[in-house]
């Protein structure tokens, strides 16, 4: 009889107890989230502020790398004008005593020519 007068106060004693033990869980379950939470959110603040700075980096690179190409084109391009500009001198002077050579050439076979009709 003792025995059935007992096993409702365990059964209750042990109920509150896995109750309190599941309470406990409950409340650390809870922290680590909120631990977890507070962890991710700086990490995310720190890779965001990281990105950003190296975006701002990398404008500022390609900025000057578009500088330095449009400069270093200019110049190549000066420099070409110049050596067509060169190139076309020296062309026209070549054509030019050509010309008068083959006007030369020309005149003196029409005299010969002349003479030899004579």
């Known amino acids: 009889m003792r025995l059935n007068l007992l096993s409702p106060?365990?059964?209750?004693?042990?109920?509150?107890?896995?109750?309190?033990?599941a309470q406990d869980v409950k409340?650390?379950?809870?922290k680590a989230a909120?631990?977890?939470?507070h962890?991710?959110?700086?990490?995310?603040?720190?890779?965001?502020?990281?990105?950003?700075k190296a975006a701002e980096k990398?404008?500022?690179?390609?900025?000057?790398?578009?500088?330095?190409?449009?400069?270093?084109t200019k110049e190549g391009a000066d420099?070409?004008?110049?050596?067509?500009d060169d190139a076309a001198k020296k062309t026209g002077h070549t054509v030019k005593t050509g010309v008068k050579k083959t006007v030369h050439?020309?005149?003196k076979g029409a005299e010969k020519t002349e003479d030899a009709v004579k």
């Open 105 to 107: 050439a020309t005149k």
């Open 39 to 52: 962890g991710t959110k700086k990490v995310a603040k720190k890779s965001a502020h990281a990105t950003k």
């Open 9 to 21: 106060l365990l059964l209750i004693a042990f109920s509150f107890g896995t109750l309190a033990f």
């Open 58 to 72: 990398t404008a500022d690179t390609t900025a000057d790398v578009a500088k330095k190409t449009g400069h270093a």
């Open 34 to 37: 909120k631990d977890t939470a």
């Open 79 to 84: 420099k070409t004008v110049d050596a067509t």
């Open 27 to 30: 409340s650390d379950v809870d």
